[in-house]
């Protein structure tokens, strides 16, 4: 265990290019680079106090990090099973946590577990909706959005079943397109839920796509224009700014932006006038993002091979600095990682193919 949870200058410079790894990778699942910042601290050391995550963040941010940001993450990698607290004796209502596994393949199954009871909450949360839609009687004003709401619903249940079984085949090679389990829910929820009108059913979704990773994009502010597009399919500019209340100007950059990385597609009408801008299928636009995300990734395989090396090269002059051994375990288990970076790649490209229209 290193004496301090600063290294020394030498071995910051390792350490910085590694975050800045890990932070990249990161990018699309969250609407900051926070939490991919802290987990990368505990990557890197281990075990830490809330105070020194405060101190390395001055150090590898731009900004640090509040403490009730560091307590929100605490909580919730505890909460999964990632994080171990521990009272530290000497010190009043002080505590330290500490990464539970220390293999990258341990690491990411505890992920992938807990990631599999969000992803069943999920389903569920889809679902009572969709029965709810099925038994609601529309006013004449809202029989499009009726329409169309079903119809998404269905895809975004559709999407996340497939999902849940690719996490399957990406962990333990076990996976089966066709499979689908039954989904038991709760009568007084859909009973619930049928009270409400339809645009307060929508405003739940747009709100569950917003705070969901698998729906995050690169840029969080145009995450209302992608979430109303997945609700509603196919919005001009004009109708996006009334439903948004975002200004004119951000949305024509949030749909260029969105046009740009293919995650959503620009249609002309002949012989009107206006622009339509569609998602075609939620499974197809969510499968390239990470597609596109999985090959970014792969691109520094390069960069770490090289910190590896010359780590190695200059183990002699290095090994007696502090946190050169840990820094070079991760090094090593980091270039593991590039293994489940291919496989990735080649996952999301067949589920690209299996939804494109």
Same mark, same amino acid.
């Given at each position: 265990m290193p004496k301090n949870h600063i290294y020394p200058k030498e071995i910051r410079r390792f350490e910085r290019d590694l975050i800045d790894f890990i932070v990249e990778s990161g990018k699309n699942k969250r609407s900051s680079d926070i939490e991919s910042h802290i987990l990368a601290y505990f990557l890197l050391h281990q075990s830490l106090t809330q105070k020194q995550i405060q101190e390395l963040s001055t150090i590898f941010r731009k900004k640090k990090i509040s403490k009730g940001s560091i307590s929100n993450f605490l909580s919730q990698y505890e909460r999964y099973g990632v994080l171990v607290k521990s009272k530290i004796p000497e010190k009043k209502n002080s505590f330290r946590y500490t990464l539970k596994d220390r293999n990258i393949k341990d690491l990411m199954s505890t992920g992938f577990e807990s990631g599999f009871d969000e992803l069943k909450s999920w389903i569920e949360f889809i679902e009572v909706r969709i029965q709810a839609l099925k038994n609601f009687k529309p006013e004449?004003?809202?029989?499009?959005?009726?329409?169309?709401?079903?119809?998404?619903?269905?895809?975004?249940?559709?999407? #996340?079943?497939?999902?849940?079984?690719?996490? /399957?085949?990406?962990?333990?090679?076990?996976?089966?397109?066709?499979?689908?389990?039954?989904?038991?829910?709760?009568?007084?929820?859909?009973?619930?839920?049928? /009270?409400?009108?339809?645009?307060?059913?929508?405003?739940?979704? #747009?709100?569950?796509?917003?705070?969901?990773?698998?729906?995050?994009?690169?840029?969080?502010?145009?995450?209302?224009?992608?979430?109303?597009?997945?609700?509603?399919?196919?919005?001009?500019?004009?109708?996006?700014?009334?439903?948004?209340?975002?200004?004119?100007?951000?949305?024509?950059?949030?749909?260029?932006?969105?046009?740009?990385?293919d995650l959503i597609e620009l249609e002309k009408v002949k012989g009107v006038r206006k622009r339509f801008y569609e998602i075609p299928s939620i499974a197809y636009s969510n499968y390239l993002k990470q597609y596109q995300r999985f090959k970014y990734i792969n691109q520094f395989k390069n960069k770490i091979d090289q910190i590896f090396q010359e780590m190695k090269n200059r183990e002699d002059e290095l090994k007696r600095l502090d946190g050169y051994d840990i820094m070079l375990e991760w090094v090593e288990q980091i270039l593991k990682i590039f293994v489940f970076v291919e496989k990735g790649i080649k996952l999301f490209e067949n589920a690209v193919n299996h939804f494109k229209i």
């Open positions: 004449a004003t809202e029989i499009k959005l009726h329409t169309i709401l079903k119809e998404r619903l269905k895809e975004i249940k559709d999407f #996340l079943l497939f999902q849940e079984n690719l996490m /399957k085949d990406f962990l333990f090679d076990e996976f089966n397109r066709e499979q689908k389990r039954e989904i038991e829910i709760s009568i007084d929820l859909i009973d619930g839920m049928k /009270k409400k009108c339809i645009f307060e059913i929508e405003k739940e979704i #747009l709100k569950f796509i917003e705070n969901n990773p698998l729906f995050m994009i690169d840029e969080i502010s145009y995450m209302p224009i992608f979430s109303y597009l997945i609700t509603r399919r196919k919005l001009t500019q004009s109708q996006l700014q009334e439903l948004t209340d975002l200004s004119s100007g951000l949305i024509s950059e949030g749909v260029n932006h969105l046009l740009k990385k």
